[in-house]
């Protein structure tokens, strides 16, 4: 069976970092463009992040940029978003996604997805 979990969530103060990750069983994760997206409660889901199958290229929201970091290690199957400086408007439940192409980070969430990963909480509090 394949899929995607993602971990490193958690609480953090303000100004601090979390590094979260997105592992992939059942498939090899390579093959796949992945992408974090995030979900505030009764907000919309939205794009954060994304990186090509061969981490050529990148993209990111541009209230994450300068803060936020995608990154991939095909070798360990893991993909992972390293988040500086996190403000209280960062805290939803953080997603990556498998697909077939990142697409428009903003527009095309759910386009082009192969698997969904079921999500870790990222809280800023202080």
């Known amino acids: 069976q394949s899929q995607l979990l993602e971990s490193g969530g958690g609480d953090v103060q303000p100004g601090g970092s979390l590094r979260l990750s997105c592992t992939a069983s059942?498939?090899?994760?390579?093959?796949?463009?992945i992408g974090w997206y995030r979900q505030a409660p009764g907000k919309e889901r939205e794009g954060v992040s994304c990186?090509?199958?061969?981490?050529?290229?990148?993209a990111y929201a541009d209230d994450v940029k300068g803060r936020f970091t995608i990154s991939r290690d095909n070798a360990k199957n893991t993909v992972y978003l390293q988040m500086n400086s996190l403000k209280p408007e960062d805290t939803a439940v953080y997603y990556c996604?498998?697909?077939?192409?990142?697409?428009?980070?903003?527009?095309?969430?759910?386009?082009?997805?192969?698997?969904w990963g079921k999500g870790t909480l990222v809280t800023v509090s202080s």
């Open positions: 996604a498998a697909k077939s192409s990142c697409g428009n980070l903003a527009t095309q969430v759910y386009l082009y997805v192969y698997y």
């Open positions: 059942g498939f090899t994760l390579n093959s796949a463009s």
């Open positions: 990186i090509s199958s061969d981490g050529g290229s990148t």
